[in-house]
């Protein structure tokens, strides 16, 4: 079964889904009739907040700063437990 999303992020023709114990994934959004998944990682996600090319990915007991100025390539900067 698939579980809804537990929080969203859309910048430009990227959106971002987090999918709560399974991690977060990111989609190419730019043609909405033909939506491509970019990536995906495990890293528990429940919601985010943009701030400029950094993401604020809240987890559950944590928080990730991370750098997706390239988003194929995303730096993380800081984890605050």
Known sequence: SVSPP?????????LFVALGTKGYALYDIKNPSDIEMVGSWTQPA???IW???????????NVL???????NSPLLIATIE
């Open 65 to 71: 700063l991370v750098d997706f100025t390239q988003p």
């Open 46 to 48: 429940k919601d985010f």
């Open 6 to 14: 537990f929080g969203l992020a859309v910048r430009d023709s990227l």
């Open 51 to 61: 701030l400029g090319d950094r993401l604020f990915i809240m987890g559950f007991g």
